[in-house]
C-alpha cells in the first residue's frame, strides 16, 4: 500500500513540476542580447520576443549606464507595419490590422563603448512604464517579461584622470523661453559633458494700447517681445465715469417729485438722472416778481412771482397802458371846396396813429350893414352848394 502511495505522489510531483516549467517557458518576454567589446568599440545589441502570445503595438524605454555607453543608433527588427525609432527616445512599434505571433528580433541597438569604461557587463535593458504600452489587436495588456543584457567590457580601464575640459561650444542656443545646451570636451580623452545655459527671457517693449479703456469696459494693452516676436497682453482698468456737476431738469413741487441729472464728461452718451423729494406743505414766500411780457397800448402784460421756498411760480396782469397821444399835425389842409385831415401818434408805439378830418372851410359874408337880407344870402348859399355838389358829382361819373 504504502509502495502504491509513493508511486501517486512520485507521479504528482512530477506533473506539478512539469507544468511549473510549462508555465515558466510560455511566459512573453523581451530579451536584450549579450556582446562583449573592448573600451572603443561599437557593439549592436538585438531586442527579442519569445514566447510572443500575439501583438500589436509596444512602447518601450531602453535603459543604459550613459557613464560606459553612448547610444548611437537604432534599427528595426523583422516586424512589419510601422515602426517609431529615435536614439534617446522610447522605442515604438503598431501593427493594429492584426496581432503579430511568434518570437523575433524587434529591433537592434548601437552602442559605443567610452574609452574608460571600466572591465566588467554594463547591462542594457527595455521596460514600458504602464501596462497598457504592450497590447494586442484587442487592447489586451500583455504581461510581458523584460530580461536584460548587455555589453561585457573587456580588458582594463585606462587609469582614471581629472578632465581638462576647453572653453565649450554652443550647441544649441538659448531662446526666450528654452534653455540652450554648452558643450565641453576634455582635451585628454574627447569625453564631455554638457551645461544648460539659462533661456534668455522675454524683452517686451512699453507695449501699445490696442484696445481703449471706456468708463464701463477694460482697455488691452499689447506688448512685443523684441527678442521672438512674441505677445502679451494686459488688462488696462476701465476709467469709470467722470460725473459732471446735478442739473435740476424738473423742479419739485409740494405735489410732484422733481428730477435732476448729470452727465459723463468722458462719454456725454452716459447720464444718470435721480428723483428729487415732493416739497412740504407750506405758505408761499412771493418774491416781488419779474415782467415777463411788458404791457402794450391795447394789451395786458404779464408779472410773474416765484416762491423763495420752493419755486413755483404765479403770475399776475399788467394794465394795458392805453395810448399817450402827441400833438394834432394837419396833414391836409381844409379848402371851401373840400375837407382836411390831421393826424396825432402815439409817444409809446410810433405805429399807433389816430386820424381825425377837418371841416371845409366858411366863406366869409361881405359886411353890408343891413340884415334884412340875411334868408336871401342863407338861400343863395344854399343853392350855390347844390350846384357845385350837382357839378362835383358830375365829373365823378365822367
Not at 512539469?18 to 515558466?24: D, N, P, T, Y
Request: hydrophobic share 30%; charged share 25%.
Amino acid at each position: 500500500m504504502k509502495k502504491i502511495f509513493a508511486i501517486i505522489l512520485a507521479v504528482v510531483m512530477l506533473v506539478s513540476t512539469s507544468g511549473v516549467v510549462l508555465a515558466a517557458e510560455s511566459n512573453p518576454e523581451f530579451r536584450v542580447s549579450t556582446e562583449e567589446a573592448e573600451p572603443g568599440d561599437s557593439v549592436e545589441l538585438t531586442v527579442s520576443m519569445v514566447n510572443n502570445p500575439g501583438i500589436a503595438a509596444f512602447l518601450l524605454n531602453v535603459n543604459y549606464d550613459s557613464n560606459v555607453l553612448e547610444w548611437t543608433g537604432i534599427t528595426k527588427g523583422s516586424l512589419p507595419e510601422t515602426y517609431n525609432l529615435e536614439v534617446n527616445t522610447p522605442a515604438q512599434w503598431y501593427n493594429y490590422t492584426t496581432d503579430f505571433t511568434g518570437d523575433a528580433v524587434i529591433f537592434s541597438l548601437q552602442f559605443k563603448v567610452k574609452a574608460n569604461a571600466p572591465a566588467g557587463l554594463s547591462e542594457v535593458s527595455v521596460s514600458y512604464d504602464k501596462p497598457g504600452n504592450v497590447v494586442n489587436n484587442a487592447y489586451k495588456k500583455l504581461p510581458f517579461e523584460c530580461v536584460a543584457g548587455g555589453v561585457n567590457v573587456k580588458g582594463t580601464a585606462p587609469e582614471p584622470h581629472t578632465h581638462k575640459w576647453n572653453d565649450g561650444v554652443v550647441t544649441k542656443q538659448p531662446t526666450c523661453t528654452e534653455k540652450g545646451i554648452k558643450t565641453f570636451t576634455c582635451t585628454d580623452c574627447g569625453e564631455t559633458k554638457t551645461e544648460d545655459i539659462p533661456a534668455t527671457g522675454h524683452n517686451w517693449n512699453d507695449g501699445v494700447v490696442t484696445k481703449k479703456p471706456t468708463c464701463t469696459e477694460k482697455g488691452i494693452k499689447t506688448f512685443t517681445c523684441t527678442n521672438c516676436g512674441e505677445t502679451k497682453t494686459e488688462d488696462i482698468k476701465a476709467t469709470g465715469h467722470n460725473w459732471g456737476e446735478w442739473v435740476t431738469v424738473k423742479e419739485p413741487t409740494t405735489e410732484e417729485e422733481g428730477l435732476k441729472e448729470r452727465v459723463c464728461l468722458n462719454d456725454p452718451t452716459h447720464k444718470e438722472t435721480e428723483k428729487i423729494d415732493k416739497l412740504p406743505p407750506h405758505t408761499h414766500k412771493w418774491n416781488d416778481g419779474v415782467v415777463t411780457k411788458e404791457p402794450t397800448c391795447t394789451e395786458k402784460g404779464i408779472k410773474t412771482f416765484t416762491c423763495t421756498i420752493c419755486g413755483e411760480t404765479k403770475t399776475e396782469d399788467i394794465p394795458a397802458t392805453g395810448h399817450t397821444w402827441g400833438e394834432w399835425k394837419v396833414v391836409e389842409e381844409a379848402t371851401e371846396e373840400k375837407e382836411g385831415k390831421k393826424v396825432r401818434v402815439c409817444k409809446n408805439d410810433p405805429e399807433h396813429t389816430e386820424e381825425e378830418v377837418i371841416p371845409k372851410v366858411t366863406p366869409e359874408v361881405p359886411p353890408t350893414g343891413d340884415s334884412s337880407n340875411m334868408g336871401l344870402w342863407a338861400v343863395m348859399m344854399l343853392a350855390a352848394a347844390a350846384a357845385l355838389a350837382f357839378l362835383g358829382f358830375k365829373r365823378r361819373r365822367v
